[in-house]
């Protein structure tokens, strides 16, 4: 103050700087203490959940100081059940702690759904409706019929199954198809570098049944098995070669890229050698 009345003898001027120094002084600990309260720039990247249990979860959270939350449940028939599935926010995701981390995760049971009436209409339709309700084309067993890739039966476990009958979400229906009266064959598909589901659905568009389904040692966890391509199939891929319906396609995965570039090359080489 005696610093200020030697060089400022007006009493009001002086008063309005100390009040402008005492709301500087305020704002600069006000700032200060917000930024201690909320942990100003402390932001971390949020750990990748997906494929741990809730417990396996929590450990790692309590750690970071987060918070969680399971909002959902899915059911994903080739996944652990309780396992997380997603996650929000999503690994690496820059979050401050006590931030709530929300999960969705594989439920323990399979949801139930009734079954529809296939019975009737075309393998396509069939496939469609089946779709719609969460059920899968199983096997297809074909028989001497005039009405030609027509269901004539729908099967669940090797019993005929009555529509509205209550079964597991995610299964797999087998269907009795008329032939035509005839032999009949089709089209040997080119799987080759398709993913699981993809490759499936072909299959079964070409009037054929799923065989064994192998993953190579590249393939360690879910999250590979969802990226895994075909890189062999058996019976292999030919222009002219034709198989009878419903015989078995076997496939092979894999998510090493050295096996599917080696494949991919060898496929273009003997193309243009043609």
Sequence with gaps: MKFLKDRIPNIFLRNIILAIALLILLFII???GLKIYTHHGQAYSVPDFKGLTIPE??????????????????FINDMKRGVIVDQNPP?????????????????????????PNIVGVSLRQA?????????????????????KNNVLKQKY????????????????????IGNGLSSQSTYVPDLFLHEKNKALQEITNHYLNIGAVIYDESVKDFKDSL????????????????????SFIDIWLTVDSTKLFT???????????E
Excluded at 263 to 273: A, G, K
Aim: glycine share 6%.
């Design 157 to 176: 476990e090797g019993s005929e199954i009555q529509t509205n009958t209550l079964v597991d979400k995610g299964s797999f229906i087998d269907v009795v």
């Design 91 to 115: 690994a690496d995701f820059k979050v401050k702690t006590n931030r709530t981390i929300f999960f969705t995760i594989n439920a323990f049971t399979k949801p139930k759904v009734e079954m």
């Design 57 to 74: 979860a929590k450990q790692i959270i309590e750690d970071k100081g987060y918070r969680y939350q399971v909002i959902d449940s899915v």
């Design 263 to 273: 494949d991919t090359l060898l496929i273009q080489t003997n193309y243009f050698d």
């Design 30 to 32: 006000i700032s200060f």
């Design 227 to 246: 990226n895994a391509a075909v890189f062999k199939q058996h019976p292999t891929y030919s222009e002219k070669k034709r198989i009878r319906l419903g």
């Design 127 to 147: 496939k469609t409706i089946l779709e719609t309700r969460g059920l899968f084309v199983g096997k297809l067993l074909y028989v001497a019929d005039f009405a």
